[in-house]
């Protein structure tokens, strides 16, 4: 796909502020044909230094809740003011994803690029953790970085040029993804599939010299990519009526 959102930014300032793979072209690819309206109330879950915040707000027009458990509030604040966006737009918040500080049902959608992986590998998650905050008939936009298919913990060399067995165990094949949100009891999977963007998004990264970048090449430039995928998962909130 063209990705006409992601190229109004600057690409040397984009390369600064990523922590992976490009994720305003995850963003973009995820959000296409979306269903929350602008104006809407999200939470983006995972923001990091706050580029898919400012691109949520800046883009699809919604007020933005950037969690984060790493990053700076105040930093993030000072980038937001930057980039044109004001505070009714952004709002930095430093959050758990297993202890989140927001009233429930105050999101119209959660937005989520390549962080879930980190909290939300169990089956529990979704229910006890974070459907309580999105309104009933809300969304769940998540991206995840995946596997083709499950190694078993046989990894290919390639990716094991930058990664440990362990590090790799944190991403998973879609049939293990659509195992855990297919146990949500609060919501209906509307979409779970293999994302187009792949080597695109990681080509991006390596671009950027950021350490962990710089550690990721060695396995990509081996043809790493090729084992991996990303992978969208698009849930609705969905609680009968009593």
Do not use: C
Not at 104 to 126: C, P, W
Not at 147 to 176: A, C, H, R, V
Request: net charge negative.
């Amino acid at each position: 796909m063209k990705f006409e959102k992601t190229e109004k930014y600057d690409f040397e300032m984009l390369k600064e502020k990523i922590m992976g793979p490009n994720p305003l072209k995850l963003a973009e690819e995820l959000l296409e044909g979306n269903k929350t309206s602008e104006g809407a109330i999200v939470m983006d879950l995972g923001s990091g230094n706050g580029i898919t915040s400012v691109f949520l707000a800046k883009e699809y027009g919604y007020k933005v809740y950037a969690a984060d458990l790493w990053s700076d509030p105040s930093d993030n604040l000072v980038f937001f003011k930057e980039m044109g966006v004001s505070r009714d737009q952004v709002v930095p918040i430093k959050a758990d994803a297993n202890n989140l500080p927001f009233a429930k049902g105050f999101f119209d959608a959660i937005v989520s690029i390549d962080s879930y992986h980190y909290y939300g590998m169990n089956t529990e998650f979704l229910d006890a953790k974070l459907l309580p905050f999105v309104k009933n008939g809300g969304y769940i936009y998540i991206v995840i970085p995946g596997m083709k298919k499950d190694f078993k913990g046989k990894y290919p060399n390639e990716l094991l040029l930058s990664w440990t067995p362990e590090q790799l165990e944190t991403i998973k094949d879609l049939n293990f993804w659509r195992m855990i949100v297919s146990n949500s009891l609060d919501s209906r999977v509307e979409y779970i599939g293999e994302m187009d963007v792949n080597e695109e998004a990681w080509r991006d990264w390596l671009k950027s010299e950021n350490p962990y970048a710089v550690g990721d090449r060695a396995a990509i430039e081996a043809g790493g990519w090729k084992y991996m995928n990303f992978i969208a998962i698009i849930l609705k909130k969905q609680i009968p009526e009593e």
